[in-house]
């Protein structure tokens, strides 16, 4: 069946260095991706999603690439701000909910 | 962008309570769903559906009932509520072949069972 992975529950990064959450997935159709932020006593939000046309989406500094060849969606960021701190969902759709599926989540901390 | 709000936004029950849980989007979506969040478990479906009337069992129901009474409004039920049960609940709502099927999420109800 469809999945999303998320390898790492918590990652703490220290302030000006890069940001990268992994993201794998596992689906039958040929789905759009997601990331979701959810920063502390609020509810999540759509941080980017992938693209019909392979563009690579981009909001507030953050990154990612669909690769389909290795079923991937990682989030970058070249240097995390201390307002970076929150929950990160990665997220799958396909054709309608019985495909929408969130990972587990990972915890971000940005340290001075 | 889409609203999706919830009430009450924070409750506190006894074991075998009754609990309610509301929720309304009005961005005439058609898809609503409620969620549980844990630490440890991430975002969990309970219950959703896809309009009125229509109700669908999400990946951990027990002890849960829903009912969508228009298309804008969306509620779960706890019959008997347990310590279990403590929990943040989520509402969201998307429309598949909108925006990807983007759910957006309403604030989130705490909820304490003692």
């Known amino acids: 069946g469809d999945s999303v992975t998320q390898t790492e529950g918590l990652v703490t990064l220290t302030e000006g260095l890069p940001v990268m959450l992994n993201c794998t997935y596992q689906?039958?159709?040929?789905?759009?991706l997601f990331w979701y932020v959810q920063h502390l006593n609020e509810a999540p939000k759509l941080l980017l999603k992938s693209f019909t046309d392979n563009k690579r989406p981009e909001h507030q500094g953050f990154h990612a690439t669909l690769h389909k060849s290795s079923s991937s969606f990682h989030l970058q960021k070249s240097s995390a701000q201390l307002s970076d701190s929150a929950l990160y969902y990665c997220?799958?759709?396909?054709?309608?909910?019985?495909?929408?599926?969130f990972g587990k989540g990972t915890s971000l901390t940005v340290i001075p | 962008e889409a609203a999706v709000t919830q009430s009450p936004r924070n409750k506190v029950t006894v074991t075998g309570g009754n609990v309610t849980l509301s929720c309304r989007q009005t961005n005439s979506h058609n898809y609503m769903y409620w969620y549980r969040q844990d630490t440890g478990h991430g975002l969990r479906l309970i219950h959703y559906s896809y309009g009125a009337g229509n109700l669908q069992i999400g990946d951990v129901p027990d002890g849960y009932k829903a009912t969508r009474t228009t298309q804008e409004d969306f509620f779960l039920l706890l019959e008997l509520a347990s310590p279990s049960q403590t929990s943040l609940y989520f509402c969201?709502?998307?429309?598949?072949?909108?925006?990807?099927?983007?759910?957006?999420f309403g604030p989130g109800t705490r909820l304490l069972v003692l």
């Open positions: 997220a799958l759709s396909g054709a309608g909910y019985q495909n929408f599926y």
């Open positions: 969201a709502s998307s429309d598949p072949g909108e925006d990807q099927d983007t759910q957006y």
């Open positions: 689906s039958t159709y040929s789905p759009f």
